[in-house]
């Protein structure tokens, strides 16, 4: 029990530092157009879209924030 317990406290502290820090973990990537990536990013309560040039990867982790 105390081992659940302290799995449950690590994640929700995990998860408000990286809500606080706007940094987002991949959750989702395909190719949307000919050209463009589709990228979306968990933050917080949310998940957040972002373009990127086909290219290019879409990073596990990232700052979503402005």
């Known amino acids: 029990m105390k ?3 302290a799995v ?3 994640l929700v502290v995990a998860w408000a530092g990286l809500w606080v820090t706007d ?3 991949l959750v989702y990537s395909a190719d949307s157009f000919a050209v463009m990536r589709d990228c979306r990013y968990f933050i917080g309560v949310s998940v957040l879209r972002r373009m990127l040039p086909l ?3 879409c990073p596990v982790i990232r700052k979503v924030g402005n």
């Open 8 to 10: 449950v406290v690590s």
């Open 23 to 25: 940094t987002g973990i």
């Open 55 to 57: 290219a290019e990867r």
């Open 3 to 5: 081992v659940a317990a």
